[in-house]
């Protein structure tokens, strides 16, 4: 049986229909399929060894830094921003170029809220006031938010898609509604019960896009409390795992799954979100791979350098490691070389091929370098402009 009892749609004073949702988890026998289970079991080996891999790396909060950018560009770009992960890169630079895009501060939000949530789920309980707290630090002061009241469940009735709830694609549970949801799928959460972990993973995101219990942020919300469940699960050592990418690649049917689990079609959405794990942690397994082998390769070529031009070097590239496109300002700042002996040292990273100018032409201003063959393990689909 595929199909179960996740709520029905009932007619509300204003004459418009709301999802009411059903008690929480479905009702029914959700025994797995047998492809289901076979799915799920891949997907726990790929993230054992995606965590084996990742305790090989060197410096693993500077490249987990990617990751969640990475993560953070996906998952705005599927609410519609246009910023991409470069712009963010180089966001951060000491002088970024005035040019870039106005909503990149919608990405850099959605970081903030992640590193916060990374920090504060060490020694604080998965909880609606955890989920509160990721919810304001991804709102407050972002752009368009007049009445998204950060931090804060909703208290009127919102919709998605359409002009009002009697034209929208989905109208989600009215307050009172709303409430009774949240406590269920809080229970949710700690229950001790026999849902496998990256079930319920599935079930947790599926169940609060439904409930929508924000006045905007709930799809980028949603997105976060995934990685923030499994590294609560304890299914990875680092929360690394972010599955956003592959919801923004195959976005039109991410979002059908999901309208389609609202009419009980459970096992379908499961599916495709195991589909998701797989994907993202084998590609999460390539890219920490091709880290270690880069690295390799370009300490080698640095340690050939003489004693003193290899130590600062050496510390650029692990600055590049969490900043991979950088100017003149960056060097200064990370080697404490005067401006001449920068370029220097930038002259002896493209020589050796690790550092490429991100602008055409001779003596630009403003010039940028870019660690092109680091950034493309990150960006495998995506042209860097």
Same mark, same amino acid.
């Given at each position: 049986m595929n199909s179960f009892v996740i709520g029905r749609n009932v007619t509300q004073q204003g004459g418009f229909k709301a999802f009411i949702p059903a008690i929480f988890p479905p009702a029914g026998d959700?025994?797995?399929?047998?492809?289901?289970?076979?799915?799920?079991?891949?997907?726990?080996?790929?993230?054992?060894?995606?965590?084996?891999?990742?305790?090989?790396?060197?410096?693993?909060?500077? *490249?987990l830094k990617m *990751?969640?950018?990475k993560d953070a560009s996906s998952s705005s770009q599927i609410e519609g921003t246009n910023a991409t992960m470069m712009d963010v890169i180089e966001k951060q630079n000491v002088e970024p170029r005035i040019t870039l895009p106005e909503d990149v501060d919608d990405i850099i939000h959605y970081i903030d809220a992640l590193n916060y949530g990374i920090e504060r789920s060490r020694d604080f309980p998965f909880s609606l006031r955890f989920i509160r707290e990721l919810h304001e630090k991804l709102m407050t002061k972002a752009r368009g938010t007049q009445f998204s009241y950060p931090g804060e469940f909703r208290n009127s009735q919102n919709w998605i898609g359409g002009t009002m709830p009697s034209n929208a694609r989905f109208v989600p549970p009215p307050?009172?509604?709303?409430?009774?949801?949240?406590?269920?799928?809080e229970r949710f959460i700690h229950a001790d019960d026999d849902?496998?972990?990256?079930?319920?993973?599935?079930?947790?995101?599926?169940? *609060?896009?439904?409930?929508?219990?924000?006045?905007?942020?709930n799809g980028r919300t949603g997105r976060m409390l995934i990685t923030m469940f499994l590294w609560y699960k304890k299914l990875l050592e680092m929360p690394i795992l972010y599955l956003s990418s592959f919801f923004k690649k195959h976005q039109q049917l991410y979002y059908e799954k999901l309208e389609r689990y609202h009419r009980g079609e459970v096992f379908e959405w499961i599916v495709f979100f195991l589909e998701g794990v797989i994907y993202t942690a084998n590609s999460a397994i390539t890219t920490c791979a091709g880290i270690t082998k880069l690295r390799e390769r370009d300490m080698r070529k640095i340690q050939s350098l003489g004693k003193t031009a290899s130590e600062s070097t050496l510390t650029i590239l692990q600055n590049l490691y969490r900043m991979?496109?950088?100017?003149?300002?960056?060097i200064v700042k990370w080697t404490g070389f005067s401006n001449k002996g920068g370029y220097n040292a930038i002259n002896r990273l493209v020589n050796m091929d690790i550092l490429s100018p991100l602008l055409q032409g001779d003596n630009v201003y403003g010039q940028k370098w870019i660690y092109t063959d680091y950034i493309n393990l990150f960006i495998k689909d995506d042209p860097i402009t």
């Open positions: 959700l025994k797995l399929p047998k492809n289901i289970a076979v799915s799920h079991t891949e997907a726990i080996r790929l993230l054992g060894k995606l965590d084996g891999i990742t305790a090989l790396l060197p410096d693993k909060d500077w *490249f *990751f969640i950018q307050v009172h509604e709303m409430n009774q949801a949240l406590d269920d799928l849902y496998l972990p990256l079930i319920k993973a599935a079930l947790l995101h599926s169940q *609060f896009e439904t409930i929508h219990p924000f006045t905007d942020g991979p496109v950088a100017g003149i300002a960056d």
